[in-house]
């Protein structure tokens, strides 16, 4: 078998992107106060700021959204979108939201009170922000490979179930209304979960009478990080792993702007039947009636077709070999990663990168702004701007659109990166001139340091 891994798709419509100068980027990053979120995006080249809601859809996609039925009521839609959710996932109650957060305020806001206690191997941002909404605390118990950025484990997003068992212990049974277990691992840099966690996991659960809940957001690409590394997995098909893996859970919360493969949506699943009623007549004051929940008729179709283009094996080869390519041809040149690639992005390690920059100068707002510089590329900071002093690393995601960019863009991305890691000794830090009072990272406006 040939070894060059190709997009398995051909363009049948394009959307063309612009290039501009390295003075004028000069001007637009000034304008935009050295914060990339404030940057138009007709001025950026290659677009890695998320892999949130930025996929191309398939032609069969576009097919499925002029079959959308916008019935106000049992929309024919609704019964094409729960039954791909059900197929793959199992559970017996399909609850349509506009994206994933709203999934999660809608589950912890009816399981969850002031006090309790939600472990997550790692809580992404916005699930630990609604689990503090209603008061209670949201805990991370990753194994502590996960936290490492250089370590090479092939299962980093682990749940480490010993502390699982013993915060269990020390908090109470009855303080813990829900266990969550997010696939992949996205906040700990995309790693995937074994199979034997997700059983070892659900078993402490069972053992405890505790529901198990998976943050599905990206369960495609865990699923086929099993199957390539998992022993007993090599010859199943990825819609088989999903299927084992959540028939371990009770329900899940997910966006179907990630492995949904649309631009919008989301759900939330659950076997219980007291629950599910709770959390429609609360959909119904928020997101809208339970056959739509938030969503046009035409999104149900595209996300229906969405998740089981997800799952082909084709797409998830290319999805992680080019997502590995980008991070093995830059580490290859010692420029520093957190390892091993994880499924959606690569993270590089900003104070690695750049050691003469102090977090209190953002190492990685200075990364990201230099990307650009070089070559039109926007990224993310997670670091000490988006946290502030909580910030553990100092990270530059570059999240990969799902179908949209091709291997030549990749290699573009590389080049830039190199020629950035050959002036890294000439880059400075950044100075804070404002900041709102809460997620100051999208709005903050920055200047260089004399
Ligand atoms: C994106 C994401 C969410 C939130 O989903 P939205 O659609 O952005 O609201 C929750 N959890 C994880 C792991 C995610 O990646």
């Not at 993310?380 to 863009?409: C, D, N, W």
């Not at 400075?428 to 009072?437: T, V």
Request: net charge neutral; hydrophobic share 40%; proline share 5%.
């Amino acid at each position: 078998m040939p070894h060059t891994i190709i997009e398995p798709f051909r363009i049948k419509s394009v959307e063309p992107i612009r290039w501009t100068s390295r003075a004028q980027r000069e001007e637009l990053l000034r304008a935009a106060h050295y914060n990339l979120f404030l940057l138009p995006a007709d001025d950026v080249l290659i677009d890695l700021l998320t892999d949130s809601g930025t996929g191309a859809m398939s032609t069969h996609q576009w097919a499925a959204v002029m079959e959308g039925d916008e019935s106000y009521a049992g929309s024919r839609s609704f019964e094409r979108f729960s039954g791909s959710v059900r197929d793959i996932f199992g559970y017996k109650h399909v609850i349509p939201t506009h994206q994933g957060r709203a999934a999660e305020r809608i589950l912890f806001g009816i399981t969850c009170k002031k006090g309790d206690v939600v472990p997550n191997n790692t809580h992404f941002d916005t699930t630990r922000a609604n689990v503090e909404f209603v008061a209670a605390e949201a805990v991370d118990c990753v194994i502590p490979e996960g936290r490492d950025p250089r370590c090479n484990h092939p299962f980093k997003g682990n749940m480490d179930v010993g502390a699982l068992e013993q915060l269990i212990a020390r908090v109470g049974r009855e303080r813990v209304p829900l266990v969550m277990l997010t696939v992949t691992n996205n906040s700990g840099g995309g790693q995937p979960v074994s199979m034997e966690n997700v059983r070892q996991v659900s078993a402490v659960c069972k053992k405890h009478k505790i529901p198990l809940y998976f943050d599905a957001c990206r369960f495609a690409e865990n699923s086929y990080f099993i199957k390539v590394r998992e022993k007993g997995y090599e010859s199943k098909h990825p819609k088989q792993i999903a299927q084992e893996m959540f028939s371990y859970g009770d329900g899940c919360t997910m966006s179907a702007k990630k492995d949904g493969m649309a631009n919008i949506g989301g759900f939330l699943c659950t076997n219980d039947d007291l629950l599910a009623q709770q959390e429609k007549d609360l959909l119904i004051l928020t997101e809208g009636y339970p056959t739509y929940g938030g969503l046009a008729g035409r999104d149900l179709e595209a996300i229906a077709v969405g998740l089981q283009e997800a799952l082909e094996e084709d797409y998830l080869r290319y999805r992680i070999a080019s997502t590995a390519y980008l991070g093995n041809h830059i580490a290859a040149q010692g420029v520093p990663i957190v390892q091993p690639p994880g499924g959606h992005a690569i993270y590089l390690d900003a104070s690695a990168f750049l050691p003469q920059i102090p977090p209190a100068q953002f190492p990685a707002v200075a990364l990201a702004t230099e990307l650009y510089l070089e070559g039109g590329i926007r990224s993310v900071e997670i670091g000490s701007l988006m946290f502030g002093k909580a910030a553990k690393m100092e990270l530059v995601r570059l999240a990969i659109p799902r179908r949209v960019y091709t291997q030549s863009h990749v290699d573009y991305v590389v080049e830039i990166i190199l020629e950035v890691w050959k002036k890294r000794e000439s880059i400075r830090g950044l100075k804070l001139l404002y900041e709102a009072s809460f997620l100051r990272h999208f709005t903050a406006r920055l200047e260089p340091v004399a």
